[in-house]
């Protein structure tokens, strides 16, 4: 079978501020929510799943269907303002 069999497969680009069972003398508390997913475990704020960390995930990460459609939708309008831009000029404008 082609693909993955598990989602235990999928590999993080990286792998730093894990979830912990309990705080080490060195880690800052503010820094550590607890129990995010429901599992009893200190999460990072900038882990993915994070409170700042999810925010920059979902902010940051893009598909390559996103990329096109912005790509598609800036061409679209740089068309539409190359045709009707001299249509709709500020002088005209203020008329309606």
Do not use: C
Request: charged letters at 20%.
């Amino acid at each position: 079978m082609v693909g993955l069999q598990e989602k235990s497969e999928i590999n993080r680009p990286w792998n730093i501020l894990n979830p912990k069972e309990e705080l080490e003398v060195s880690d800052n508390p503010i820094f550590y929510s607890y129990d995010v997913k429901g599992k009893g475990q200190y999460t990072h704020i900038m882990h993915d799943s994070g409170s700042i960390g999810a925010f920059l995930k979902g902010f940051l990460v893009t598909t390559v269907t996103q990329i096109i459609q912005n790509f598609l939708l800036g061409w679209s309008l740089f068309y539409w303002a190359l045709l009707f831009g001299d249509v709709f000029t500020p002088k005209q404008l203020r008329k309606l």
